[in-house]
């Protein structure tokens, strides 16, 4: 028995060392994790009649339901969950029968609609319980920030926001379901809504969560973040912070919102921002592909700490990629987070390919828990207005790429976050080629943007590589010809390869 317990205890500490081995800032400055985001209101929502709605007495998600799938997420190679908003949704002027999660009513408790009625913890409890095993899984936790507040919250706490002359609430361009925080200026901020989201760090902090992930960044002052996360990083060093900025973005939502751009953000103390991978969808040239990476590569080390990006081709408020260019697309989307030198992100049903279509949207509801009585939804894009049933894609091809996709990576995990990353030329426009090179591994990754024509005898320049070099394929075709300092291959509409060089090195 004693030797049994030595065991256990050993084993424990074993398990504790791999987590505590890098803070989560430390993780994602060194481009190592993989973050999932959810929604815990459908993430393993209980669908009994399989209608894609919790209806009757079915079962939403919650915090204590969650913990089931949490081994599936380890599993899958995911080591960092981000928690879409869990503060408590306003119900009037709302969208949905549930209410926006980003439409929220205060800023220092949890949603109701996340707890388990059924369990005698409390909801800060039930929060903490689903923290605590994601930690014991070594899956670190990131909670959202929402940037606006609920019609709720300006009638509780009007002293929290901008008003016009007739002093009535913003409107923030078309999320007809918040209203427009006043954060001040840098000269002057506005001590209440700061109060309010330091309020909201503490919840955070006592949770034991990870980091934040802060919704549209861009809409509060740099005094504000800076003060913010200065009161943040006293109480845990390690503490994470993602800004959701892109470099695309020029003005804010509103002529009554400040605007910090994403430079002055990462300035602030973000340790990141979102970029524009989101617009793979629409570039058609490898020219477009590397200008975006090569002036994030740069832009990264222009501060004097670490700062990374993530890989956020999608994201809740992106289309599904199935939707966009077909399961080819999402295939692509899959190994290029394997395989580029930044931080993978996508949003959950991603893995499964699921397509976010749900036969009720836009109807009218039998029942509801807000003042709209209809199933508001953003076509294609994961719900976040109503009880709906877990995320769940039903294509194989995507499932099977995105095992092996994340296998590659996390077994070749130095040369994806150390390697060198060398674009290659390539004879066609709509083809990229990229090399990864690590003591003396090469991999290199070739794809088509062109997602409804093929691409015939591309040569990719590789210097150095020989006629009789030997390449293992990882992922795609084995239709290539190698030539001296030159690679010759066909590709398919949308068709991403993967190939490693032996005893090579760029």
């Given at each position: 028995?004693?030797?049994?317990?030595?065991?256990?205890?050993?084993?424990?500490?074993?398990?504790?060392?791999?987590?505590?081995?890098?803070?989560?800032?430390t993780?994602?400055?060194?481009?190592?994790?993989?973050?999932?985001?959810?929604?815990?209101?459908?993430?393993?929502?209980?669908?009994?009649?399989?209608?894609?709605?919790?209806?009757?007495?079915?079962?939403?998600?919650?915090?204590?339901?969650?913990?089931?799938?949490?081994?599936?997420?380890?599993?899958?190679?995911?080591?960092?969950?981000?928690?879409?908003?869990?503060?408590?949704?306003?119900?009037?002027?709302?969208?949905?029968?549930?209410?926006?999660?980003y439409?929220?009513?205060?800023?220092?408790?949890?949603?109701?609609?996340?707890?388990?009625?059924?369990?005698?913890?409390?909801?800060?409890?039930?929060?903490?319980?689903?923290?605590?095993?994601?930690?014991?899984?070594?899956?670190?936790?990131?909670?959202?920030?929402?940037s606006?507040?609920?019609?709720?919250?300006?009638?509780?706490?009007?002293?929290?926001f901008?008003?016009?002359?007739?002093?009535?609430?913003?409107?923030?361009?078309?999320?007809?379901?918040?209203?427009?925080?006043?954060?001040?200026?840098?000269?002057?901020?506005?001590?209440?809504?700061?109060?309010?989201?330091?309020?909201?760090?503490?919840?955070?902090?006592?949770?034991?969560?990870?980091?934040i992930?802060?919704?549209?960044?861009?809409?509060?002052?740099?005094?504000?973040?800076?003060?913010?996360?200065?009161?943040?990083?006293?109480?845990?060093?390690?503490?994470?912070?993602?800004?959701?900025?892109s470099?695309?973005?020029?003005?804010?939502?509103?002529?009554?919102?400040?605007?910090?751009?994403?430079?002055k953000?990462?300035?602030?103390?973000?340790?990141?921002?979102?970029?524009?991978?989101?617009?793979?969808?629409?570039?058609?040239?490898?020219?477009?592909?590397?200008?975006?990476?090569?002036?994030?590569?740069?832009?990264?080390?222009?501060?004097?700490?670490?700062?990374?990006?993530?890989?956020?081709?999608?994201?809740?408020?992106?289309?599904?990629?199935?939707?966009?260019?077909?399961?080819?697309?999402s295939?692509?989307?899959?190994?290029?987070?394997?395989?580029?030198?930044?931080?993978?992100?996508?949003?959950?049903?991603?893995?499964?390919?699921?397509?976010?279509?749900?036969?009720?949207?836009?109807?009218?509801?039998?029942?509801?828990?807000?003042?709209?009585?209809?199933?508001?939804?953003?076509?294609?894009?994961?719900?976040?207005?109503?009880?709906?049933?877990?995320?769940e894609?039903?294509?194989?091809?995507?499932?099977?790429?995105?095992k092996?996709?994340?296998?590659?990576?996390?077994?070749?995990i130095?040369?994806?976050?150390?390697?060198?990353?060398?674009?290659?030329?390539?004879?066609?426009?709509?083809?990229?080629?990229?090399?990864?090179?690590?003591?003396?591994?090469?991999?290199?990754?070739?794809?088509?943007?062109?997602?409804?024509?093929?691409?015939?005898?591309?040569?990719?320049?590789?210097?150095?590589?020989?006629?009789?070099?030997?390449?293992?394929?990882?992922h795609?075709?084995?239709?290539?010809?190698?030539?001296?300092?030159?690679?010759?291959?066909?590709?398919?509409?949308?068709?991403?390869?993967?190939?490693?060089?032996?005893?090579?090195?760029?």
């Open positions: 028995m004693r030797v049994k317990i030595l065991s256990l205890i050993t084993a424990l500490l074993i398990s504790n060392t791999v987590y505590a081995e890098d803070g989560l800032r993780l994602f400055t060194n481009n190592k994790t993989v973050i999932c985001g959810i929604n815990i209101r459908n993430f393993n929502a209980k669908d009994i009649n399989k209608n894609k709605i919790i209806d009757g007495n079915e079962v939403g998600g919650n915090f204590i339901n969650a913990i089931e799938r949490l081994d599936e997420i380890k599993k899958s190679g995911i080591n960092t969950l981000h928690l879409l908003p869990i503060t408590p949704v306003g119900k009037l002027k709302a969208l949905g029968t549930a209410g926006s999660v439409a929220i009513s205060d800023f220092w408790s949890i949603n109701p609609q996340l707890i388990d009625k059924n369990s005698s913890l409390t909801p800060i409890e039930q929060a903490k319980l689903f923290i605590e095993e994601c930690h014991k899984r070594g899956i670190y936790v990131v909670i959202d920030l929402p606006c507040g609920a019609y709720d919250l300006f009638l509780k706490h009007p002293e929290l901008i008003k016009d002359k007739k002093q009535l609430s913003i409107v923030p361009t078309d999320w007809t379901d918040v209203r427009l925080l006043n954060t001040g200026t840098d000269e002057n901020l506005n001590q209440d809504v700061l109060d309010a989201h330091k309020k909201f760090v503490d919840m955070v902090i006592d949770l034991n969560a990870d980091g992930r802060a919704d549209v960044a861009t809409i509060k002052p740099y005094k504000f973040w800076e003060e913010l996360i200065t009161y943040t990083r006293l109480q845990n060093p390690e503490f994470m912070y993602l800004a959701e900025a470099d695309s973005w020029r003005e804010p939502p509103s002529k009554y919102a400040v605007f910090t751009p994403y430079d953000l990462l300035q602030a103390g973000f340790d990141g921002y979102y970029g524009s991978f989101f617009n793979l969808k629409d570039w058609k040239t490898s020219s477009e592909f590397f200008e975006h990476i090569k002036f994030n590569k740069k832009l990264l080390t222009s501060y004097p700490d670490n700062k990374s990006v993530i890989l956020s081709f999608t994201t809740h408020d992106e289309v599904s990629p199935v939707i966009l260019h077909g399961e080819d697309f295939v692509m989307i899959c190994w290029l987070e394997a395989t580029l030198p930044f931080n993978p992100y996508f949003i959950d049903g991603f893995q499964s390919g699921d397509d976010y279509l749900y036969p009720w949207a836009n109807t009218k509801a039998s029942e509801t828990q807000t003042d709209d009585d209809y199933y508001f939804v953003h076509r294609g894009k994961l719900d976040i207005f109503n009880f709906s049933a877990k995320p894609g039903k294509s194989l091809l995507v499932k099977d790429n995105f092996k996709a994340f296998e590659f990576r996390n077994n070749n130095d040369l994806i976050t150390k390697g060198t990353f060398t674009p290659l030329k390539c004879d066609k426009e709509k083809v990229f080629a990229y090399s990864r090179t690590y003591q003396g591994q090469t991999i290199v990754v070739i794809g088509n943007l062109d997602h409804k024509h093929s691409q015939k005898r591309a040569m990719i320049k590789i210097s150095g590589l020989k006629k009789n070099q030997k390449l293992n394929i990882i795609g075709m084995a239709n290539y010809k190698v030539r001296k300092n030159t690679l010759l291959t066909d590709l398919n509409a949308g068709e991403i390869k993967v190939l490693r060089i032996e005893d090579f090195s760029l």
